[in-house]
């Protein structure tokens, strides 16, 4: 699991002394954010204030605005202002593109402020996202940049002699909600912002409560780079806030992340106002399935660190582990040493692997489902209770013997938990896939096996928005998304920004 430092360069948590951190501790502490509505920064109309915290200490890091329906409608208001009559729908799309490559480029000359700040908010470790959330958000930033320019309507063939034209248009869909979750706050944000304003569209942003910094801190870019006044909108708060914005009637589409629940309230709310489109992308339950002939080595090392990965807290992580038979117990020895490597700590510390849960309660469920399981008669070959002392830590844990009809084993945990199971050796791809697919979720599953074909008849077979073969994780340039109680919709590449369009087919007869 240690991320090996390449040369003599120093690492991003040796960059950062201990001086560094608590000046930019006393910087966040030293101001209170305010909602970015117009291309200004605005206190909250009822002057409430939030308080997010490092996840490792439990210390309030900033206070921010607690936004309400009005914070809303304001913002909403000058996204629909920024859409018809402003700047944004006189750019060309190649000017819309200038701006996007333009913000990505400032982001990644700060890239290690960046970091920290995440690291800080959200409690990851400052490698995964200076490897991993960084580049992707960047990478998909400037793939849908390019799409910009390259989103197009059609013109059906027709025959000489016809009298007139057939054709469809792509217009941006309108004003568009973005209501992110805590676990990936920069990957989110600006996966979702680019590719809306690849589109042409006006955005209003609700960035989650428990980690808005990073949200705040892309609007203060945008407003640097040069987008129009109302392009750009962002309201802090709650679930207050990001209610008001579903039901919001001047508010086109809803790009959701986030929980099963609030997935279900942001339909509801579409269904009860105008009817807008939703695209969710919500939890998972992902299978991993490991065959006799995997690299089992190199799979249980990318089991254990996906996993760990933002402390289990990642949508398409594999959590139930599937395991043929002959190599059980072979493959969770190595599974285990694996995840005894794991270095726990503050995230933005040097030599941590893995950093704290976002939150007490999201660490005391995991805790509980983790204790029912074994109650139920599950063992944990590795950790099953929270680290004692000050921060949110939770250790690699795995279930064995987990009931298949335990809370374990059917619901999302989102922490650094997998249940494990055997499956028969001579069980075809098919009936493997059929384990795989009992659950409510499909979001991602992997496969490891040397068998192309094996290989070939699991991706057939499994349910799921995203099928990875011998490892491999996030990849910007492919659609990413969920079917079954994980969500519709997909984000990423042509298909996501085509998500934020609206078609409109024309008729043009010539006169007569
Ligand atoms: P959450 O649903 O609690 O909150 C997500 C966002 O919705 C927050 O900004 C929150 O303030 C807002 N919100 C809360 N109540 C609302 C309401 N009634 N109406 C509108 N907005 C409301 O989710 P979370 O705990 O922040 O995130 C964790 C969940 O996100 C997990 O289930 C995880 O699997 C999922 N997730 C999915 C993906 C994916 O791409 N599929 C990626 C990351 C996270």
């Known amino acids: 699991m240690k991320q090996e430092n390449s040369g003599n360069q120093p690492s991003i948590a040796d960059r950062f002394g201990e001086e560094h951190i608590e000046s930019l501790l006393r910087e966040l502490e030293a101001r209170t954010s305010g909602h970015l509505i117009e291309g200004r920064w605005r206190t909250g109309s009822a002057g409430s204030t939030l308080i997010t915290e490092d996840p490792a ?36 799309a190649s000017q819309r593109a200038a701006l996007l490559f333009a913000l990505a480029d400032r982001i990644e000359r700060e890239v290690d402020q960046w970091a920290l700040i995440e690291a800080l908010d959200a409690g990851h470790t400052l490698t995964s996202i200076a490897g991993g959330d960084l580049p ?4 998909a930033l400037r793939d849908n940049a390019g799409w910009a320019t390259k989103v197009n309507g059609a013109t059906a063939m027709q ?9 469809y248009l792509r217009e941006p869909v309108g004003v568009v909600g973005l209501i992110t979750p805590w676990n990936a706050p920069f990957l989110m944000t600006i996966q979702k912002l680019s590719a809306a304003l690849a589109a042409g569209c006006t955005v209003v942003v609700k960035p989650s409560e428990l980690a808005p910094l990073s949200a705040l801190r892309i609007g203060e ?9 109302g392009v750009i909108n962002i309201v802090t708060g709650d679930g207050i806030a990001g209610a008001a914005l579903a039901r ?20 509801a709310a579409a269904a009860d106002s105008n009817l807008k489109r939703t695209v969710l992308e919500l939890g998972g339950k992902s299978p991993v399935i490991v065959f006799d002939d995997a690299d089992l ?10 996993i760990c990965f933002k402390s289990g807290q990642y949508c398409a992580a594999g959590s139930r582990l599937f395991v043929q038979k002959t ?25 941590v692997d893995m950093g704290a849960m976002i939150c007490e309660r999201q660490r005391a469920r995991a805790a509980a489902i983790v204790a029912e399981a074994i109650e139920q008669g599950a063992r944990a070959s590795a950790g099953g209770t929270p680290m004692p002392g000050a921060g949110y830590f939770f250790p690699p844990t795995i279930l064995e013997g987990v009931d298949p009809g335990a809370r374990a084993w059917r619901e999302e945990i989102f922490a650094p938990v997998i249940a494990v199971t055997a499956f028969e050796d001579g069980a075809a791809p098919n009936a493997v896939a059929a384990l795989a697919n009992d659950s409510a979720y499909g979001l991602s599953a992997k496969v490891w096996t040397r068998d192309l074909r094996r290989a070939m008849e699991m991706v057939a077979c499994l349910q799921a928005g995203q099928v990875i073969v011998n490892g491999g994780g996030g990849e910007a340039t492919l659609p990413f998304g969920g079917t079954k109680l ?6 990423n590449g042509l298909e996501g920004v085509s998500a934020f369009t609206e078609i409109k087919a024309v008729r043009l007869g010539y006169p007569p």
Not at 221 to 229: S, T
Not at 297 to 306: G, L, Q
Request: with cysteine.
């Open 248 to 267: 919001h009637p001047a508010v086109n589409m809803v790009s959701f992340t986030g929980s099963v629940d609030t997935g279900r309230s942001i339909i």
């Open 297 to 306: 080595p190199r799979a249980a090392a990318a089991i254990a660190s996906e």
């Open 57 to 92: 200490t439990g210390r309030a890091i900033a206070e921010f605005a607690a936004g309400n329906a009005d914070d809303i409608d304001r913002a909403v208001t000058a996204a629909e202002t920024a859409l018809r009559s402003g700047g944004w729908p006189l750019l060309t």
């Open 486 to 491: 994980s969500g519709y919709g997909r984000e």
């Open 221 to 229: 870019a945008c407003r640097k780079v040069g987008f129009p006044p």
């Open 159 to 167: 025959s000489a002699c016809q009298s007139g034209a057939n054709y």
């Open 136 to 139: 992707l958000g960047l990478r």
């Open 327 to 351: 190599v059980y117990s072979i493959f969770i020895d190595l599974l285990g040493a694996e995840m005894a490597r794991v270095r726990v700590g503050a995230g933005y510390r040097q030599d």
